[in-house]
């Protein structure tokens, strides 16, 4: 009841020069003497229930437990596993197929990251890349992984096999890094690959929150001839008048819409709206998580003209990458239901 009385109290927007003001506080609660018995003890678990209240969203308050000490141990320890996999090598790019709806010729791919843990084998994004935003190490991994995308396309290359566009996820925090764009032009030049041949995946955030700087870099990037796509598009909250101001090019539908098709009203609703006000914005569309033929028929129906999902392809290791590249295309299941 005080943590809320204290949070109401200090949500209330103050006047500064013309502006109004709104806080939002996080508080963390340790109390005596079950949680410590002296004063630093108390605040030191205090500070850890208080980020354990900001990473559960903002305006939140959170008693201390001792779990939670397990867990920023275990944080710790994984973010310096992270900190020796890179140094040591252990991250691999996969690379999944993007296709034309109409005829599945291979006109993209999208390259995802994996970890050759040496003791746990494979192990998969999801178990990382929060890890790594929050501590930072996505900026370095984030070169890596520009640097590895742009190096296989160029051995692609000198191995005779025609590359399509390679996009590659940026992570808002890596975009916030005060070097990306030199970055990024950096990793083209040494790699020797055609800007035109790399796409940047955003998360829609970059729309709600755009500084005009990065902005300017970005339109820089784009005058180079990098191309710009909004992933996971219709989860997040930005306005569609928003989209024009920055480069972007192609917005991808965002899986879980895909998943409820054709049956869900409401995602056959929104993918049909987000297809038509691409189009009528000039912007491509990629549908992602493809995973059945039913959706294939939805989508090429809603004249989406490109798609990504488990369907075509899960995302391969690069040997299978380029044997598929020099196929060039996936056969498409075979249409039914016919109109
Ligand atoms: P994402 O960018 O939305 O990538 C698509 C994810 O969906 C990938 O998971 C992909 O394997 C999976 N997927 C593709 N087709 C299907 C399908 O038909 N059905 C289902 N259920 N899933 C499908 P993955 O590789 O585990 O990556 C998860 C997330 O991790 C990515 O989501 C992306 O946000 C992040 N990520 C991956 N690689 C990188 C990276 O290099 N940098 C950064 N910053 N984030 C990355
Ligand atoms: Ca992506
Ligand atoms: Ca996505």
């Known amino acids: 009841m005080v943590a809320q009385r204290i949070q109401a109290v200090l949500g209330q927007p103050a006047l500064i020069g013309d502006q109004e003001i709104e806080v939002t506080s996080s508080i963390g609660i340790a109390m005596f003497p079950g949680d410590g018995d002296d004063a630093a003890?108390?605040?030191?678990?205090?500070?850890?229930?208080?980020?354990?209240?900001k990473e559960q969203g903002r305006n939140n308050w959170q008693l201390y437990d001792q779990t939670l000490t397990a867990r920023t141990?275990?944080?710790?320890?994984?973010?310096?596993?992270?900190?020796?996999?890179?140094?040591?090598?252990?991250?691999?790019?996969?690379?999944?197929?993007?296709?034309?709806?109409?005829?599945?010729?291979?006109?993209?791919?999208?390259?995802?990251?994996r970890w050759q843990h040496p003791q746990q084998g494979l192990v998969m994004p999801g178990r990382f890349i929060a890890v790594?935003?929050?501590?930072?190490?996505?900026?370095?991994?984030?070169?890596?992984?520009?640097?590895?995308?742009?190096?296989?396309?160029?051995?692609?290359?000198?191995?005779?096999?025609?590359?399509?566009?390679?996009?590659?996820?940026?992570?808002?925090?890596?975009?916030?890094?005060?070097d990306f764009l030199d970055s990024v032009a950096a990793i083209i030049v040494t790699t020797g690959v055609a800007a035109d041949l790399l796409e940047l995946e955003l998360t829609e955030s970059i729309l709600m929150d755009p500084e005009a700087k990065?902005?300017?870099e970005l339109f820089h990037l784009r005058e180079m001839g990098v191309h710009f796509?909004?992933?996971?598009?219709?989860?997040?909250?930005?306005?569609?008048?928003?989209?024009?101001?920055?480069?972007?090019?192609?917005?991808?539908?965002?899986?879980?819409?895909?998943?409820?098709?054709?049956?869900?009203?409401?995602d056959a609703g929104i993918t049909t709206a987000i297809i038509s006000m691409a189009r009528s914005l000039d912007l491509d569309v990629i549908a992602e998580g493809v995973e059945t033929p039913e959706q294939l028929d939805f989508l090429q129906r809603a004249q989406c003209p490109k798609l990504q999902g488990y369907l075509f392809s899960r995302p391969?290791?690069?040997?299978?990458?380029?044997?598929?590249?020099?196929?060039?295309?996936i056969d498409l299941p075979a249409r039914f239901g016919g109109d």
């Open 214 to 216: 990065r902005i300017k």
């Open 73 to 113: 141990t275990a944080r710790l320890a994984l973010e310096g596993d992270i900190r020796k996999g890179l140094e040591r090598g252990e991250f691999r790019l996969f690379y999944q197929p993007q296709v034309r709806a109409n005829d599945g010729t291979v006109i993209g791919i999208e390259a995802l990251i």
């Open 132 to 178: 790594a935003e929050e501590s930072g190490l996505i900026v370095p991994i984030g070169e890596w992984v520009l640097n590895a995308a742009c190096s296989q396309l160029r051995e692609w290359q000198r191995g005779g096999v025609s590359v399509p566009r390679v996009a590659v996820n940026v992570s808002a925090r890596q975009l916030a890094a005060a």
């Open 41 to 53: 003890m108390l605040l030191k678990h205090a500070d850890t229930a208080m980020y354990y209240a």
């Open 229 to 266: 796509s909004i992933d996971d598009f219709g989860t997040g909250y930005s306005s569609l008048s928003y989209i024009k101001r920055f480069p972007i090019g192609t917005l991808k539908i965002d899986q879980s819409f895909v998943h409820g098709l054709p049956q869900n009203a409401d």
């Open 316 to 329: 391969l290791p690069p040997d299978e990458m380029e044997a598929l590249l020099r196929r060039g295309r």
